[in-house]
């Protein structure tokens, strides 16, 4: 079955520590989104990728890489400059045109230990 | 600016007590409308998408309608495993941005 598989599900990361949320979809998708979600702050967009070699910043970009080198992974480095960095971090996919939905992956949670 | 507000935040029914939600939303141009379902600590799951004004959907005991200004999505004799958090989300013509509300977070007690 087609989907988004993101890992893992439980992360914890230490001050001054960089950690990388891995997200991978066969969906044959050309953009995919990370979005953050707080309690009460519904998803915001930390970054998204219309194309392969090619992302731009959203809302909340500080603090936060990614890169494309593959259309099918989309990984996100959340880094020591994120001060706060715990949340629920979802990954998503669209076919990059028209309206059609995004496809959400099962998220990861992130926590500072 | 593209924006995007659910009402109310929290909502508690009764089992069998119909209720709606509200999803405003500003946009330049409106290409979809979409309405997820998001249960604790897992990923939204995709109820409808609505594109134009007039348009209603339907899916069990959830209905969707849109007007150019705001979504209902109306929950008919809701039961228990209804409960979750409802999110809305608006896609603007010309881009790949979706705009998400905060969600509305329904009870429904047995």
């Known amino acids: 079955d087609g989907g988004i598989t993101q890992s893992p599900k439980y992360l914890f990361r230490k001050e001054g520590q960089n950690v990388t949320l891995s997200c991978e979809q066969n969906?044959?998708?050309?953009?995919m989104y990370w979005y953050r979600q707080d309690p009460g702050q519904g998803l915001r967009l930390i970054y998204y990728?219309?194309?392969?070699?090619?992302?731009q910043k959203g809302d909340i970009a500080e603090g936060y890489s990614v890169s494309r080198e593959k259309k099918e992974s989309f990984p996100l480095t959340v880094t020591s400059a994120q001060k706060n960095p715990t949340a629920f971090y979802l990954c998503?996919?669209?076919?990059?045109?028209?309206?059609?939905?995004?496809?959400f992956g099962s998220g990861t949670q992130l926590s500072v230990l | 600016e593209d924006q995007v507000t659910q009402s109310p935040e929290a909502l508690r029914l009764q089992e069998g007590e119909s209720s709606s939600l509200n999803c405003s939303y500003t946009v330049s141009g409106l290409r979809g409308l979409f309405w997820y379902r998001q249960d604790p600590g897992k990923g939204p799951e995709f109820l409808f998408t609505l594109y134009s004004a007039g348009e209603e959907k339907e899916k069990e005991r959830l209905k969707a309608t849109l007007t150019k200004k705001e979504s209902f999505l109306h929950i008919t004799a809701p039961k228990p495993e209804d409960s979750a958090t409802y999110l809305c989300?608006?896609?603007?013509?010309?881009?790949?941005?979706?705009?998400f509300g905060t969600g509305t977070s329904l009870t429904v007690i047995p």
């Open positions: 989300a608006v896609q603007a013509v010309g881009g790949n941005q979706f705009y």
């Open positions: 998503a996919s669209h076919r990059g045109w028209g309206n059609e939905k995004l496809f």
């Open positions: 990728s219309q194309i392969v070699n090619d992302f």
């Open positions: 969906l044959n998708h050309d953009a």
